[in-house]
Nanobody, 119 residues
Framework: QVQLVESGGGLVQPGGSLRLSCAAS????????MGWYRQAPGSQRELVAT???????NYADTVKGRFTISRDNGKNTNYLQMNNLKPEDTAVYYC?????????????WGQGTQVTVSS
């Protein structure tokens, strides 16, 4: 019932920018934390950034100062603004969200959106 849909990926030259969006749908008001992971070919999935319901953010060292995560509670959407992109940022980016209820913690994943940084 809960779905996460990513958008905004594509091909960009080094130094360029992209903004990824993750729209949540379903019978849910809010997530405790939302974030982005990425997975490059031949590599394990790694954390990129997270944002809590209170607006606290966390970033991987590799993207600090270049990426900014934000959220729009009214639209149940979070965004990843990616600036000064590097070829090393090339990966499939996955939206992630977690929520809590009386039964425990639930984790959701989007289908992923491809980001390719190349000249």
């Amino acid at each position: 019932q809960v779905q996460l849909v990513e958008s905004g990926g594509g091909l960009v030259q080094p130094g360029g920018s992209l903004r990824l969006s993750c729209a949540a749908s379903g019978n849910i008001f809010s997530f405790y934390v939302m974030g982005w992971y990425r997975q490059a070919p031949g590599s394990q999935r790694e954390l990129v950034a997270t944002i809590t319901s209170g607006g606290n953010t966390n970033y991987a060292d590799t993207v600090k100062g270049r990426f900014t995560i934000s959220r729009d509670n009214g639209k149940n959407t979070n965004y990843l603004q990616m600036n000064n992109l590097k070829p090393e940022d090339t990966a499939v980016y996955y939206c992630n969200a977690k929520r809590l209820d009386l039964r425990g913690e639930y984790t959701y994943w989007g289908q992923g959106t491809q980001v390719t940084v190349s000249s």
